[in-house]
């Protein structure tokens, strides 16, 4: 089964992707914080990184860069209200494979995540 770190402070988006994610048979942790995060990706990494740039201990941009400077392959969605095009290129050029903007429809976080394996 694959799984997602959520890196999201707001709880109620958290708590959504959670349930939406689950539902889809996704392993699910989150984080509210970098620090959070970073705990997390200690103890290995997940498919996909769901990612807001908004968080209280700095822009989650940090955390994306740092997997991609360090060669890690894994999928980076950022979902931010910093819908600016020149935000949105910096998401991109920080390493993020894409960049969704709030609000969004559940469908095009699924839709970007790659399946998780079927169980043999």
Excluded: Q
Aim: hydrophobic share 40%; with cysteine.
């Amino acid at each position: 089964m694959s799984w997602v770190l959520v890196v999201e402070d707001e709880e109620d988006i958290s708590e959504f992707l959670r349930y939406v994610l689950e539902n889809e048979n996704f392993t699910v942790k989150t984080a509210a914080t970098l620090a959070e995060a970073r705990a997390h990706l200690r103890g290995g990494l997940p498919d996909a990184v769901l990612l807001d740039r908004g968080l209280p201990d700095g822009d989650g941009l940090d955390i994306c860069r740092e997997l991609k400077s360090a060669g890690n392959r894994t999928s980076v969605l950022v979902l931010s209200a910093r819908r600016d095009p020149a935000e949105v290129s910096e998401g991109l050029a920080a390493g993020a494979d894409h960049y969704i903007t709030k609000p969004f429809h559940f469908m095009d976080v699924i839709s970007r995540l790659a399946p998780p394996a079927e169980s043999a």
